[in-house]
């Protein structure tokens, strides 16, 4: 079971970090991404990190403003989001997947979270 937490409002310009924590299974065995569905659109995907949190992916909308860390003793993935604009307002969710390599594609992803929405507004 996965479980986000984190979203809320925010000005453009602002900082967010979510948070999704995992229980009843092995969280050192998944890999793990973060995708988003705005209003209207389809769910895309955002960043993923591998098992180890060693190697990890970013959407290029979203990279060198996002970074995904993982901390396996606390069972949790979090995504900071910084520098944050408007066409960031969606609703996140975290995924988890037995794959080594997380893949990019959402439907690939057996576990979600319930997600949590980020607003990004003046």
């Known amino acids: 079971q996965l479980q986000a937490s984190g979203g809320g409002f925010v000005q453009p310009g602002g900082s967010l970090r979510l948070a999704c924590a995992a229980s009843g299974r092995t969280f050192s065995s998944l890999g793990m991404g973060w995708f988003r569905q705005a209003p209207g659109k389809e769910r895309e995907f955002v960043a993923v990190?591998?098992?180890?949190?060693?190697?990890?992916s970013y959407a290029d909308s979203v990279k060198g403003r996002f970074t995904i860390s993982r901390d396996n003793a606390k069972n949790t993935v979090y995504l900071q989001m910084n520098s944050l604009k408007p066409e960031d307002t969606a609703v996140f969710y975290c995924?988890?997947?037995?794959?080594?390599?997380?893949?990019?594609?959402?439907?690939?992803?057996?576990?979600w979270g319930q997600g949590t929405l980020v607003t990004v507004s003046s």
């Open positions: 995924a988890g997947t037995d794959n080594v390599l997380p893949p990019l594609a959402s439907d690939e992803y057996p576990y």
């Open positions: 990190i591998t098992r180890s949190g060693r190697i990890t």
